[in-house]
């Protein structure tokens, strides 16, 4: 299909991507990668008037970790996650999900900021960002604001990202003890969006005692949900069999699913009680090696 027409504007500093982006108001939508938006736009679901491209400006590409807290810039690809060092050392989760979405093509080319503004549950990186405790830092005219990954999403394709605004930067607390952190889904084929996903965090004292449980899932619920009586089912425990079955249960049953092509939601609520189990167990696992 054809996308309806559209102006395009690729300004070269983020000052001149925000003037634009106020002068057009609601009628103009940001080009990152392209792969969530452009798909859109040639179904006709979304007919953005113009198109700001944000791949012109230098410096919002990196990672880094600086003063205990992992920097990734909103243009980092998907690719240069998985080649960064410091990820990974002590994010593979990134790795985990970055090897199931869709195709080395897609990878090169989508960005994590675009991933996480998108405000698709079905997307991978919303549940990872909720199981990482990350927040987003947001810019406009104004200055920078920063929002914590629970207040981000807050509608179906809906974020806290506003009209003439950028999300320029995620960013992750690296914790200061023990853990670890591991994410699955289950697709009907390689590179398709998650039937049902879940990413996990397990953070330990020197004990062995979870001291914070970050769980977020993937595509059952109309936005990317957390898991909370979950986490609370691990923390100040030392997570055995029976705190790990706990959650799984628990997960199934604060989910929201609903029947589509990629099973119904009895099936569903199955496959994340089994993913949150095999995930809490992998996150310790990693913890501890
Ligand atoms: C065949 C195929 C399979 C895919 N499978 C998966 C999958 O399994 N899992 C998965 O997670 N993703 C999947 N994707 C989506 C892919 O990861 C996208 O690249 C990603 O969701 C969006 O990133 P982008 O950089 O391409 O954003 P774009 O498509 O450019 O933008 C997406 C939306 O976010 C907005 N936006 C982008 N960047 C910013 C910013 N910095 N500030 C404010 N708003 C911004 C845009 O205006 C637009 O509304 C797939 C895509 C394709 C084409």
Request: glycine share 10%; charged share 25%; hydrophobic share 40%.
């Amino acid at each position: 299909m054809i996308p309806s027409s559209f102006s395009y504007t690729a300004p070269s500093t983020l000052d001149e991507a925000l003037k634009v982006l106020n002068e057009l108001g609601d009628e103009a939508k940001i080009l990152a990668g392209g792969h969530s938006l452009i798909p859109m736009m040639k179904l006709r679901f979304a007919e953005p008037e113009h198109l700001v491209d944000l791949n012109n400006i230098p410096g919002l590409s990196y990672i880094n970790i600086e003063d205990g807290t992992l920097n990734i810039g909103a243009m980092t690809r998907e690719s240069e996650m998985e080649e960064s060092g410091d990820v990974q050392q002590h994010f593979p989760i990134f790795l985990d999900a970055a090897k199931l979405i869709a195709d080395p093509q897609v990878r090169n080319f989508g960005t994590i900021g675009g991933n996480i503004a998108h405000g698709d549950a079905a997307n991978d990186h919303p549940a990872v960002m909720i199981a990482l405790g990350a927040e987003v830092e947001i810019t406009g005219t104004g200055g920078k604001r920063t929002v914590g990954i629970d207040d981000f999403f807050y509608g179906f394709y809906a974020t806290a990202v506003e009209d003439g605004e950028i999300l320029t930067e995620i960013r992750v607390p690296v914790p200061s003890g023990k853990f670890g952190n591991a994410y699955h889904k289950t697709e009907r084929k390689v590179g398709d969006y998650a039937t049902g996903g879940v990413a996990v965090q397990i953070e330990l004292d020197d004990s062995g005692t979870c001291t914070r449980a970050g769980i977020g899932l993937t595509n059952v619920n109309p936005t990317p949900l957390r898991a909370t009586r979950s986490e609370e089912a691990l923390v100040g425990t030392k997570v055995t069999a029976a705190e790990i079955e706990a959650a799984g249960q628990m997960a199934a049953e604060d989910c929201n699913p609903s029947d589509d092509l990629r099973g119904d939601a009895d099936y569903k609520r199955r496959v994340i009680k089994a993913l949150t189990k095999r995930m809490i167990t992998k996150a310790l696992e990693r913890a501890n090696s």
